[in-house]
């Protein structure tokens, strides 16, 4: 997660209307959920989905241990400790598309940073955001870098009627639930098309530094040559 990342998040947590509720998947050792939690003093309820089961930890981690997943586990709960909102926030320990029912109601800001698969991502898109109240917010990380995600955007969001197109932060999307048609539509599906430029370079360069090709990335990324996020 970036500085600019970060600030989006805050932002959109921020928001969020006193009694509030806000749903997070995907939350590995805590650093995002921090964030939201202390944007957001007065949500009724910040609700952090995360199965710690050692699998789906990161860019090329799909496969893992339970020890790893322990580890995660700790880290994440001393880490919520250590910024003193580990009381503001409420560990679901589940997967994602299993947490549905330890959580009621409607959504007024989601964070989704699960796997990033296509059909686990679509899930989420579909399933977790059938849940965002109107007017709120739904942030996706690894939209336009990772294959599955975007693949699940484009069916999902690119031509939706109810889900508008903010803007993102490198990979870090932020949508608005709000109905539209006509030209307003037009211009949310030309708004998201356009970014499939940038998602054909992000997609070039893991695929140079699979090939160990990190030269060659470098030419591609100002210089740095890393994993986009």
Known sequence: MTEGQARLLWDAASRVTPGG?????????????????????????????????GNDRGPQQIDGTAGEGEGDHDLFHANLKAAGVDDRIRHVRLPSQGAHEAIEGGLDMLYIDGAHRYGPA?????????????SGTMCIHDSFASVGVTLAQIRLLFFSPDWQYVGRSRSLAEYCRTPMSGSAKRSNVFKQLRELGWFARNVTIKVLLVMKLRPVAKLLDDGRGEWPY
């Open 21 to 53: 509720k806000i749903a997070e998947i995907g939350s590995y050792r805590g650093r995002s959920a921090i964030v939201i939690a202390k944007a957001a003093p007065a949500a009724g309820e910040v609700a952090a989905i995360d199965p710690h089961a």
């Open 122 to 134: 679509a899930a989420d898109i579909r399933d977790w955001g059938a849940r965002v109240n109107a």
